[in-house]
């Protein structure tokens, strides 16, 4: 039911949600001072939000700084939240990535440069995939498919949510990798929830975080002035981690 309730909660604070609202508001609403004042904030928010340089200047403030590979001490075991692959695309003889992928390229980097021994992903089923293989079970794929032996990897395949993953996750490591140095890998604009819930079940780590979705900030003309779809996507992410977050602390999560 919680899945099912962030998922509603979600749609309502996307920023596209509200630009629509504002604009069916100005059309359908009969007093003309209210229509033209739903007008001009459906535009006006949809000037604001789809701004590139805007939204990266909000997002580079969001996403913690990128780890240096060399400057990383070496770590017994890799933490991977999923939720970056496509459960329903086929053929099933290889594995279909959404954006966030580097979550789990930059772990396969981690591992073949010797800065992790061992993998844990975690993810299970989202909403309507019951007939597909759980999150985790793909990134699993994936690694093992590039080289990295079953016995690296450790599949928690039954959380559906970031606070799921980190309960889950805290068991196998409280369980079968008891006092060793972990490393949580997700991508950097959900670092902050994550590392959150993981702190909550008593796990000590570092962070690593990957999948950025901020780029160098300029002053080009098409970041300033060129309306964006990215820029939208990249508030609607903060966003939703906001709220997120919020929800997380009344429910005593984080």
Not at 173 to 190: E, G, I
């Amino acid at each position: 039911m919680f899945f099912i309730l962030s998922k509603i909660l979600a749609f309502f604070v996307r920023p596209l949600t509200w630009i629509i609202a504002a604009l069916l508001l100005s059309v359908f609403l009969k007093n003309q001072q209210r229509k033209k004042r739903c007008f001009w904030i459906g535009v006006g928010m949809l000037i604001f939000f789809s701004n590139q340089y805007i939204s990266n200047r909000m997002m580079l403030w969001w996403e913690p700084a990128p780890v240096p590979f060399e400057s990383l001490e070496k770590h017994d075991v890799a933490i991977v939240f999923s939720g970056v692959t496509k459960s329903d695309k086929t053929p099933n003889d290889r594995v279909y990535f959404n954006n966030g992928a580097d979550r789990i390229t930059h772990t396969l980097q981690l591992y073949n440069s010797g800065k992790v021994d061992h993998i844990i992903v975690s993810g299970g089923l989202g909403f309507q995939q019951a007939n597909q293989s759980p999150a985790a079970e793909r990134l699993k794929s994936f690694l093992v498919m590039t080289g990295v032996p079953d016995s690296a990897i450790t599949v928690e395949p039954n959380a559906l949510n970031t606070n799921e993953n980190a309960v889950k996750v805290a068991e196998i490591l409280n369980r079968d990798f008891p006092n060793q140095k972990y490393l949580l890998v997700t991508s950097a604009f959900h670092m902050k929830r994550a590392a959150m819930c993981l702190k909550k079940q008593g796990i000590e780590f570092s962070e690593f975080p990957a999948g950025y979705l901020t780029g160098a900030p300029t002053l080009n003309f098409d970041d300033i002035f060129i309306p964006k779809a990215e820029a939208i996507e990249r508030w609607e992410s903060v966003i939703k981690e906001l709220v997120g977050m919020a929800t997380y602390k009344l429910m005593g999560y984080i």
